[in-house]
C-alpha cells in the first residue's frame, strides 16, 4: 500500500543525487518488504508494546488492566530484588568480557606463533561456543554436583578435599560457579578475532623494531596493541552486547538461587511476568535492561551503519 | 569507532580468512615451536575436559560411575545409557521439532535477509540508511523485552505452542546479523556486473535470483550455517511459547530431561550428547565457515 506513494519522489532524487542508475522505487520496496514487516510485527510491534505494558498493572491474564503511569518504575528501587539482579548483571558483564577477552588475546597470540596443529587447537577453544547455553547449564551443573560432581572429586584427587563444597548451592559461590562456564564458551570469540586481526599486522613492523633492539614486551605494546585497536573495539562491543542479555544459563544453571542470589534482571523479568503474575512490572525490568543495552551499544550501531553505508 | 573499517581487507570471506592460518608463506621451512605446540596442548585438553568426561561417563554403567568416582577410568563400558536417555528423554519428538523448525525457519529466513541486503546494498532504497540503522538495533535488542506480547500476539492468532508460531519471531531475531553480513558481502559485487545484467534487459529479480545469489554462494552458506546454529540452541522463546511435551525442541526437552535423570549421571551425560552431538558433527565439518563467517561478521560488518 505504501510503496506507490514511496517510489515517486525515489527517483527524483536518483536522478539529481547520481548519473549511475540504480533500479529503484516500488522494485527495492518489494525487496525490503518481507523482511521489514516480520522485523516489525515481531520484533519492533512487540518492544513498543511492551514498553506500553509497562505503564500498567496488567497481569498477565486479565482481560483487562489499569494505567499506573511511572509506578513499576519507582517501585523498582524499592525491590531488594531488583537492586542485587542489576549488580550481578553488572559482575557478569565485566568479569565474562574481561576474562575471555584477556585469555583470548593470550591464546591468539600463542596460536599466531610457531605451533603445530593451530586448525585443530582453534577448533577445540571455540567448541563451547556453539553448544547450546541448556546443554553446557547441564554440563557444568553436573560437574559441579556435590555428590558425584568432577570439581570436587578432583580437589579430593589433588589433597584439596577440604575446598570441596556445593558451588552452585550457597550464596557465595554460586554467582562466580555460573560465570565460570561463561567464560568457557565465550573465550573462542575474542580468540578468533584477534586471531584474524594479528595475521593482518605487517611482520615487517616487528623485524624493523628488533632491529633497532626493541624488546618483546615493547613491540606487544607499541606494534601489537595499536594494530589491534579495531578488534577490540569490535570483540568488546559484540561481547557487551551478548554479555548483558544473559538468561539461559542462569535460568538453566541455578533458576535465580539459591535465594535470589544468582538473579540476573532478565530473570527476575521472567519470574515477574510468569511466575508472580506480575506482567507490568516484569517488562519495566525488560524496559529497563533494553534502555541500557541500547544506549551503550548505540555507537556500535552507529559505525556500522556508517560503514555500511558508505 | 571509525577505525574499525581497518580491519575490513583482512577477512572478506571465508576463504581468504583461513588461508592466512595455515599458510606456509610467512615462515618458510621453519618448524613449529615443539614447546609451545605441547604447552597450547595441554591447554586445550584442559580446555575441553568438561566434553570428554561427558563422553567418558557416558560410556560407562551408572555402577561402575558410583563405585569408582567420576574421575577414575571405566572398568566396563556401555552404550545402554544412550538407549535410556533416549526413551526418557523423549528425544524422538523433540529431534523432530527441531529438525522441522530448522527446515521451515532457516531458509525462509536466509532468503528475506538477502532480499532485504540486496535492496540495501545494490538497488535505490528510499531512507536505506535509517532501516538500515533501525535493523542494526535489532542486535541489541533482548529477546525478554518481545516475550509478552509475542505470546500474547500468538495466542490471538492461534499459533502459541506450535512450531510454526516460532518461526516469526526467530525470523525477526535473526535479520539483523543476517542482513549485516549479507549487506556488506553483496556491497563488495561490481556494480558493472550488474550495470551489464541491466543493459541485457535483466529485471532486478533475475538479476538477485541469477547473478547476486549464485556469487554470493560463501557468504550466503556462512549465514545459512550460522542461522542454523542460532535456531537450534535458541531457548528462551521455545522455553515460554511452546507447553506441551509433543511441541518441544531440543534445548527445552534437555532441560526437563535434566530434572528426571539427575540422580543418573551416566544417563544425564548421555541425554546431554544426545542433544548436542548433531552440532557437535556440524561444526567440526563446517568450522571453516562458522569460523570465516564470525570473522568477516564481525571484522567486515
Given at each position: 500500500m505504501g510503496t506507490a506513494t514511496l517510489e515517486a519522489p525515489a527517483v527524483d532524487v536518483a536522478a539529481v543525487r547520481?548519473?549511475?542508475?540504480?533500479?529503484?522505487?516500488i522494485h527495492a520496496w518489494l525487496f525490503a518488504l518481507p523482511a521489514l514487516a516480520v522485523y516489525l510485527i515481531f520484533l519492533v510491534y512487540p518492544a513498543l508494546t511492551s514498553l506500553w505494558f509497562s505503564f500498567t498493572d496488567w497481569d498477565g491474564l486479565s482481560p483487562t488492566y489499569n494505567v499506573v503511569g511511572l509506578e513499576n518504575y519507582t517501585n523498582m528501587p524499592k525491590d531488594p530484588v531488583v537492586i542485587q539482579a542489576l549488580i550481578n548483571n553488572i559482575i557478569w558483564t565485566v568479569v565474562t568480557i574481561v576474562f575471555p577477552v584477556v585469555i583470548g588475546l593470550a591464546l591468539a597470540m600463542l596460536l599466531n606463533g610457531?605451533?603445530?596443529?593451530k586448525p585443530v587447537l582453534r577448533l577445540i577453544f571455540y567448541t563451547p561456543a556453539v553448544l547450546p547455553l541448556v546443554a553446557i547449564a547441564s554440563i557444568w551443573g553436573w560437574l559441579y554436583n556435590?555428590?558425584?560432581?568432577?570439581i570436587n572429586e578432583f580437589l579430593n584427587l589433588i589433597g584439596?578435599?577440604?575446598?570441596?563444597?556445593p558451588w552452585l548451592g550457597q550464596d557465595s559461590t554460586a554467582l562466580a560457579a555460573v560465570m565460570v562456564p561463561g567464560i568457557w564458551l565465550r573465550v573462542g570469540f575474542p580468540m578468533l578475532l584477534y586471531l584474524a586481526a594479528l595475521q593482518g599486522i605487517n611482520q615487517d613492523m616487528y623485524e624493523a623494531a628488533t632491529v633497532d633492539g626493541a624488546t618483546r614486551s615493547q613491540q606487544f605494546w607499541h606494534i601489537t596493541m595499536p594494530s589491534l585497536r579495531p578488534a577490540h573495539y569490535i570483540v568488546l562491543a559484540l561481547s557487551l552486547i551478548d554479555s548483558f542479555k544473559v538468561f539461559d544459563l542462569i535460568y538453566a544453571m541455578t533458576y535465580g538461587g539459591?535465594?535470589?542470589?544468582?538473579?540476573v534482571m532478565g530473570t527476575w523479568m521472567y519470574f515477574n511476568v510468569f511466575q508472580y503474575y506480575q506482567a507490568g512490572y516484569g517488562t519495566a525490568i525488560a524496559v529497563v535492561i533494553t534502555v541500557i543495552a541500547i544506549a551503550v551499544s548505540i555507537p556500535y550501531v552507529r559505525s556500522q551503519t556508517k560503514e555500511h553505508a558508505a | 569507532m571509525s577505525s574499525s573499517a581497518e580491519v575490513a581487507p583482512v577477512a572478506a570471506l571465508p576463504d581468504a580468512h583461513v588461508a592466512p592460518t595455515e599458510g606456509p608463506s610467512r615462515e618458510p621451512k621453519r618448524k613449529g615451536g615443539i614447546g609451545m605446540t605441547i604447552v597450547l596442548a595441554l591447554v586445550a585438553l584442559f580446555w575441553i575436559s568438561p566434553l570428554a568426561l561427558l563422553v567418558i561417563t557416558a560410556l560407562r554403567p551408572l555402577s561402575d560411575f558410583v563405585a569408582n568416582g567420576p574421575l577414575a577410568w571405566p572398568q566396563e563400558w556401555t552404550l545402554q545409557n544412550f538407549a535410556d536417555a533416549w526413551g526418557v528423554g523423549n528425544f524422538a519428538t523433540t529431534y523432530r521439532n527441531s529438525a522441522f523448525l530448522l527446515i521451515l525457519k532457516v531458509p525462509l529466513g536466509v532468503l528475506i535477509s538477502a532480499m532485504l541486503a540486496f535492496a540495501l546494498a545494490k538497488l535505490r532504497l528510499r531512507f536505506g540508511t535509517v532501516i538500515m540503522f533501525a535493523v542494526f538495533l535489532g542486535l541489541t535488542i533482548p529477546i525478554y523485552i518481545t516475550i509478552v506480547p509475542v505470546f500474547v500476539l500468538l495466542r490471538t492468532m492461534g499459533a502459541?505452542?506450535?512450531?510454526?508460531?516460532?518461526v516469526g519471531p526467530y525470523l525477526a531475531f535473526g535479520i539483523p546479523f543476517e542482513v549485516l553480513v549479507l549487506q556488506s558481502f553483496f556491497r563488495q559485487l561490481p556494480d558493472e556486473l550488474i550495470e551489464a545484467a541491466k543493459m541485457d534487459g535483466a529485471g532486478p529479480w533475475r538479476i538477485f535470483f541469477t547473478l547476486v545469489l549464485p556469487l554470493s554462494t560463501p557468504a550466503l552458506v556462512t549465514v545459512f550455517i550460522l542461522d542454523a546454529v542460532a535456531t537450534w540452541n535458541e531457548f528462551l522463546f521455545a522455553l515460554i511459547l511452546l507447553s506441551s511435551d509433543a511441541n518441544k525442541t531440543i534445548p527445552v526437552g534437555l532441560l526437563n530431561f535434566q530434572g528426571q535423570f539427575s540422580n543418573n549421571n551416566t544417563g544425564l551425560a548421555a541425554g546431554i550428547l544426545i542433544a548436542v552431538v548433531p552440532i557437535l558433527i556440524a561444526y567440526i565439518f563446517l568450522q571453516r565457515w562458522i569460523v570465516g563467517g564470525l570473522t568477516a561478521g564481525a571484522t567486515k560488518g
Open positions: 547520481r548519473p549511475r542508475r540504480k533500479y529503484g522505487g610457531k605451533v603445530r596443529g556435590p555428590q558425584y560432581g568432577a584439596l578435599g577440604g575446598l570441596a563444597q539459591p535465594g535470589t542470589a544468582t538473579q | 502459541i505452542d506450535t512450531i510454526p508460531g516460532l
